[in-house]
């Protein structure tokens, strides 16, 4: 006598049941409290470690010079907007500001004209030393900036750069093309080729393809890209240093560095503040955008 067995019934067996779940989480030494220490005791110690310099500086920057040391609360006794005062008020900052805008916008945009056609060719096209030449791009990055000063200066003096937003954008631009060029690499791939192919079929240029299908979805990709620039060249300070003279083209980091006083005192409070006009505009900007940058950095990262 032949007895048969219903699949279904035997694979619904083999399915542990929410009883014996429950069990076996009960009997792990990694079950109720301890497992949630485990997972929330890291994270709130990165978010100490991230947030703690944020709230001091905001601290200090809300005290008085006389009473950043009296008064070592975090919450001020006696808060007071002085010290943002003094940093509108100050000439500095609006013309550093005003060249970091400038630097920033014009090193992301240039980063994009030049970084969008060259990593669509290697991502679609094939020729002899295409992997090799990839590979070389990233040699730039390879070199510490410290040792880029010196012949940056000298190739500023030779064109006469020197002290020139231009030349910065174009130095900045340079930098940051290979990184740029990866990530679009690897997005331009993930595209399926038959939407381009039916572009073509229906008759349109290669430029109409890459306007109309590419660039649309790969607006994740080129929001990272952008993003990534723009913080480059907002932040950027030994080639500033390197590079610049006067307050023509000083950036909001080499301002800051300059607003130590004649005597050698720091006046903390108006530096904090400094540093919180210049990095919360970054901060409220990337919060809006967030998803976009790290959906392109993932999309650029697997191929």
């Not at 220490?37 to 978010?47: F, S």
């Not at 500086?57 to 003094?86: C, E, M, N, W």
């Not at 210049?278 to 967030?290: D, K």
Request: glycine share 6%; net charge positive.
């Amino acid at each position: 006598m032949s007895v048969t067995t219903d699949p279904t019934a035997t694979e619904a067996a083999r399915q542990p049941t929410a009883k014996t779940r429950k069990r076996a989480r009960r009997r792990s030494p990694f079950a109720g409290p301890l497992q949630r220490a485990v997972i929330w005791l890291p994270l709130a110690a990165l978010v100490l470690w991230t947030l703690g310099p944020f709230l001091i500086s905001l601290s200090v920057s809300f005290k008085q010079p006389a009473h950043v040391f009296s008064d070592p609360g975090l919450i001020p006794d006696q808060p007071t907007l002085d010290a943002y005062a003094r940093v509108l008020d100050r000439p500095g900052f609006r013309s550093a500001l005003w060249n970091s805008v400038v630097i920033g916008f014009g090193s992301m945009i240039l980063t994009l004209l030049i970084g969008v056609p060259a990593a669509y060719a290697f991502a679609r096209f094939r020729f002899r030393g295409r992997h090799l030449l990839l590979l070389f791009s990233l040699l730039p990055m390879l070199v510490p900036k410290v040792g880029l000063m010196y012949p940056l200066f000298l190739l500023a003096v030779e064109v006469k750069g020197f002290d020139s937003r231009i030349f910065l954008i174009l130095v900045f631009t340079g930098m940051l093309l290979p990184l740029a060029v990866w990530l679009m690499v690897g997005f331009f791939q993930a595209i399926p080729r038959e939407l381009e192919e039916a572009a073509a079929v229906d008759g349109a240029t290669q430029f109409n393809t890459i306007r109309i299908i590419i660039l649309p979805l790969s607006i994740p990709a080129l929001l990272t890209v952008a993003v990534l620039a723009f913080r480059e060249s907002w932040n950027e300070f030994e080639l500033v240093l390197a590079l610049t003279q006067t307050a023509n083209s000083r950036t909001l980091p080499y301002e800051l560095y300059l607003m130590q006083d004649a005597t050698g005192l720091a006046d903390f409070p108006i530096q904090n503040a400094f540093a919180l006009l210049t990095i919360v505009p970054l901060i409220l900007v990337y919060l809006r955008i967030e998803r976009y940058v790290a959906e392109g950095l993932l999309s650029g990262a697997v191929k």
